[in-house]
């Protein structure tokens, strides 16, 4: 199985900072990368597909790069509402994997 | 907007068999999207389960697959999930998900169901 594994656990900003979260694979999953965003109590929440595009509907103050095994979702000027746990996976390989999340808390 | 409504029962006997359902609103299951289960343990990340496709293929993770099926019901525009000798560590919130086939990830999501494994 592919492991994914995101940096940092958590991370403590201010609203209007830039955020910066990675994600790398365990080996190469090409460009088979997402991101979602998840909040208490709710559904995840689908951002961005193939590593960089974004899903219907998402503001593009959320980014994301990458290839090969190394990957990060930037979130510019942070609001109250973008405060949550973000998760990466790859859908590159069989069985499709989570990194382990990163929460985003205000500071 | 296609919708995704699970639905079953919120408690399980250790050692029975969890099943629930997907109803999909907005949208035909027999479409080129994979239809998928993503479960949440208390506390814990997010772990995928498995998908079917409209063909009725289906990819499983491998953790579970000696005790998880798929299935899906094309007259009733709805897919299925069937997890047998559940035991407490499968107590969870399960989701289903759909995937457009390709390059694309899961873009609809229901809310999920939390899944009670006790006796």
């Known amino acids: 199985d592919i492991q994914m594994t995101q940096s940092p656990s958590s991370l403590s900003a201010s609203v209007g900072d830039r955020v910066t979260i990675t994600c790398r694979a365990s080996?190469?999953?090409?460009?088979?990368l997402a991101w979602f965003q998840q909040k208490p109590g709710k559904a995840p929440k689908s951002l961005i597909y193939?590593?960089?595009r974004l899903q219907s509907g998402v503001p593009s103050k959320f980014s994301g790069s990458g290839s090969g095994t190394d990957f990060t979702l930037t979130i510019s000027s942070l609001q109250p509402e973008d405060f949550a746990t973000y998760y990466c996976?790859?859908?590159?390989?069989?069985?499709?994997?989570f990194g382990q999340g990163t929460r985003l808390e205000i500071k | 907007q296609v919708q995704l409504q699970e639905s079953g029962p919120g408690l399980v006997k250790p050692s029975g068999t969890l099943s629930l359902t997907c109803a999909v609103s907005g949208g035909s299951i027999s479409s080129s999207n994979w239809w998928s289960w993503v479960r949440q343990r208390p506390g814990k990340g997010l772990e995928w389960i498995g998908e079917i496709y409209d063909t009725g293929t289906t990819n499983y993770n491998s953790s579970l697959k000696s005790r998880v099926t798929i299935s899906r019901d094309r007259t009733k525009n709805q897919f299925s999930l069937r997890l047998t000798s559940v035991t407490a560590a499968d107590t969870a919130v399960y989701f289903c998900a759909r995937k457009p086939s390709g390059e694309y990830s899961i873009d609809f999501w229901g809310q999920g169901t939390l899944v009670t494994v006790s006796s």
């Open positions: 996976q790859q859908y590159d390989n069989y069985p499709i994997t």
């Open positions: 080996q190469g999953i090409r460009n088979y």
């Open positions: 193939a590593t960089s």
